[in-house]
């Protein structure tokens, strides 16, 4: 069973496109966040959410607004795509915030904007 | 400002060495560590955390040292395999926050 699955695991998409990405975790955990791994490697986080609400929202530009539905899922919707979109999208799911927990990855979904 | 920097963006060793990683923190005052490994094409994968007031942590061939006062975490695989090759992430908590910020990782190569 996947713990924690994305949809989808690849996207091409144009310039100026909206998209969505999609986030499931059944491990029963109350936080869910967002990470953007860029062509670096660097793993930044973006957003996260505890028990459906927004708790983490770093600088990110408004184009991208996530959504949680329930404590299961974590959606992501990017608007008016741009180049520097480009990159992979990790969905990560703990417990309960902080540093003290694990965090478990889905497998990425990597987004190429053309 | 706050810094993760991990010693190499790559590292060589030969099968059956032991791999040494560094972890260096500059302007953070962590209660927790954590070491993640990522493969190709794969989101990272949890392997160790260590607390603050301790000083090892051991699972398996790994281990772990969290030195507060150097401000460094050790990773140490021992006799390393080909299929330890990966990428290894460190990852702590800022002051006050509650995200993991992750530093930019090392490119482990184990050399048969």
């Known amino acids: 069973d996947t713990a924690v699955s994305q949809t989808p695991k690849y996207l091409v998409t144009q310039m100026g496109n909206d998209k969505s990405i999609k986030c499931e975790q059944n491990l029963g955990h109350d936080t869910m966040y967002w990470y953007k791994q860029d062509s670096k490697k660097f793993l930044k986080i973006m957003f996260s959410?505890?028990?459906?609400?927004?708790?983490i929202n770093e600088t990110v530009p408004n184009r991208f607004s996530p959504k949680s539905p329930d404590k299961a899922h974590l959606n992501l919707h990017i608007n008016s795509l741009e180049l520097g979109d480009s990159a992979v999208y990790f969905c990560?799911?703990?417990?309960?915030?902080?540093?003290?927990?694990?965090?478990?990855f889905g497998p990425g979904t990597r987004l190429l904007v053309l | 400002s706050q810094k993760i920097e991990q010693n190499s963006e790559a590292l060589n060793i030969q099968e059956g060495k032991t791999a040494t990683l560094t972890c260096n923190y500059t302007n953070y005052s962590p209660a927790y560590l954590q070491w993640y490994r990522q493969d190709p094409g794969r989101g990272p994968v949890f392997l160790l955390l260590i607390r603050e007031n301790e000083k090892e942590k051991r699972k398996e061939r790994l281990k772990v040292t969290f030195d507060t006062t150097l401000k460094q975490s050790l990773f140490h695989i021992t006799a390393s395999q080909p299929a330890d090759s990966a990428t290894y992430l460190c990852?702590?908590?800022?002051?006050?926050?509650?995200?993991?910020?992750f530093g930019k990782g090392t490119k482990l190569s184990v050399i048969p």
């Open positions: 990560a799911s703990s417990q309960d915030p902080g540093g003290q927990e694990t965090q478990y």
């Open positions: 990852a702590l908590e800022g002051a006050g926050s509650y995200q993991l910020t």
């Open positions: 959410y505890n028990n459906k609400e927004l708790i």
